[in-house]
């Protein structure tokens, strides 16, 4: 038997008034997941606890099986283990985003930019070495990532902080998170040789030259201690593959106990690499491998952009690219199996971020045992579904249970 799990990060919306009231998953043509859908069992998952915020982070914890209110401890160690970097039991991760603060104005500072015009990963690069040497401690550490994306590890006890992400301050006024970061001493210390040492360096000074937002400070946020979560590989006793274009995907395969593949050419988006990751699935469980967990991150981002063209595109091609040769090489080989296809959480058009509701989701067995929801794949056909047989998963991570049939 073969376990998949198959998520178009973000699919789920609202109806759209330019579209009839209708949502991209119900516009979107999807032969595939319909066929499943219709011969498989159809609920409602909630993927995001009560008090939770619907990040990527929280949502697919749950997917993978971990209870957030159990495991989550913040975005930015699920980020370190993406990154290789192993976490001592006394050490902290922060994200460290390079950001452009306006401080001309002596009391107030403004988040100019949340990711320092995308500062290129080698300028980053770059920038993070110098913090390295000159700033960095026996208490603090820099570690480059991609673009603005960087972390910070603090060793030991460190000053209580509560901090926030950037990308909700946009154009607004952070002076009292600002002043908060400055509270403590040995804080300001660091944050203060941060901005000297990255506003004399040559990096930020030729960005300005050339008109772009320079990397004039760091954004610490994100922070948490690794989660001991125990790996799918010994809860289940399975071996398994973690197909991702996305970092924070990338480590929560290291912490679930998966394989985690690269596939060259997998960009996070419309272009991404689809023939290689429905390859790369196919090859790991024919290989002998026996769980997947395929992950398509366009979805989200067409949402972010508030686009439903590309949204409906991103979503036929998850069918018809990534979903259909799986389950058909499947077919083909001969091989017994259970998927589920569902998303994360929905990424409405019209919010252009992520919402709380629950998602829907199909489980389908190839042994056509279990019920037949004889329904599409949408939203609302979901939900009716949910209403005449009340069969929705409260809490996301049993989801996991399910389909391993425990
Ligand atoms: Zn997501």
């Not at 994100?222 to 979560?229: C, Q, S």
Request: some cysteine.
């Amino acid at each position: 038997m073969k376990y998949l799990i198959l998520v178009g990060d973000g699919m789920g919306d609202h109806p759209l008034a330019e579209f009839g009231g209708r949502t991209p998953l119900e516009i979107a043509e999807t032969p595939a997941i319909d066929e499943l859908c219709r011969n498989g069992e159809l609920f409602l998952n909630r993927t995001v606890p009560e008090g939770f915020p619907p990040g990527s982070d929280v949502a697919n914890l749950s997917l993978l099986g971990y209870a957030p209110e159990r495991y989550y401890t913040g975005r930015a160690p699920l980020e370190a283990a993406a990154m290789g970097i192993r976490l001592a039991g006394d050490e902290t991760a922060f994200r460290c985003n390079f950001v452009t603060l306006d401080r001309r104005d002596s009391d107030r500072v403004t988040m100019v930019d949340f990711a320092a015009g995308h500062i290129t990963t080698a300028e980053g690069h770059q920038l993070i070495a110098t913090l390295q040497r000159e700033c960095a401690d026996e208490t603090f550490h820099f570690h480059p990532g991609v673009s603005y994306r960087n972390l910070v590890v603090v060793s030991g006890e460190y000053p209580e902080l509560a901090t926030v992400p950037p990308h909700d301050w946009i154009e607004k006024d952070v002076t009292a998170h600002w002043q908060r970061y400055l509270a403590d001493v040995k804080w300001r210390n660091l944050l203060s040789r941060v901005s000297a040492t990255l506003e004399a360096h040559p990096v930020n000074r030729q960005r300005i030259r050339d008109g772009k937002n320079p990397a004039n400070a760091i954004w610490l946020w994100g922070e948490g201690k690794m989660p001991t979560a125990p790996p799918l590989t010994e809860r289940f006793r399975i071996k398994g593959s973690m197909i991702s274009a996305v970092d924070l995907l990338k480590g929560l395969g290291v912490i679930a106990g998966l394989a985690v593949l690269d596939i060259p050419g997998a960009t996070g988006y419309l272009d991404t690499n689809y023939e290689g990751k429905a390859d790369a699935a196919i090859a790991a469980l024919a290989g002998g491998e026996d769980f997947v967990f395929v992950h398509l991150e366009a979805p989200d981002e067409a949402g972010h952009q508030g686009s439903a063209d590309a949204k409906i595109q991103a979503i036929e091609d998850f069918d018809s690219r990534i979903v259909r040769p799986i389950v058909g090489a499947l077919r083909h080989a001969g091989t017994d199996f259970r998927v589920v296809v569902t998303m994360d959480h929905f990424t409405p058009i019209a919010l252009r971020t992520h919402s709380s509701d629950p998602v829907p989701t199909l489980l389908y067995d190839s042994r056509g045992t279990g019920p037949k929801s004889q329904r599409r794949f949408t939203e609302r056909e979901c939900l009716a579904h949910d209403r005449q047989h009340g069969n929705a998963l409260a809490q996301g991570h049993l989801l996991i249970e399910k389909l391993f049939e425990r």
